[in-house]
């Protein structure tokens, strides 16, 4: 005995869904880890940017010596400042302070390194030699000028900034 089977092809193969498809997959799972990055890179950005701008100068001074034994030949000045990071990263800074009197231009750098936290103390000194005093007693015009140039680097990120300003020695402070 033979038994005849319907005549019927079997039922069509569904594609899969457009979610379950491995290139689908893959192309979600870079989508967000290039969404994750952006957003963690934008963060670290910004957190490195509030870091440098929190820095807080919380003193300053000011020393001065003299050189070359019994008879000057130099005159030095010193400035240190205290700078409060008050951020929970490390920022390091390099500074250069540039000092202008009468007609005599002095500059420095240091590198200092502000903790989370804590707090540096980078100096600079600025020599001056007989011929230079004499020179800035000569041409003083009762002005100095300051300029402070800070680079600041916080995690991967740089920062540039300057300050410049002059201050007229002649007229009292208000």
Known sequence: MVVALPDSAPPPAQPPSPARTPARKVLLAVAILVFVTVVAMAGSWWYSARAV???????????????G??????FTISVTYGVRNPSAVSVSGEWRLSLTIGSIYKTDSTSFVAAGGGTAYPTFSFTYSTAELL??????DSQVSFRLEQSHRVLIYDFHRSVSQTVDLSQPEQ
């Open 135 to 140: 020179a800035i007693g000569f041409s003083y």
């Open 69 to 74: 034994g019994l008879i000057p030949t130099s």
């Open 53 to 67: 701008d929190g820095l807080e100068i919380v003193c300053a001074s000011t020393g001065t010596s003299l050189g």
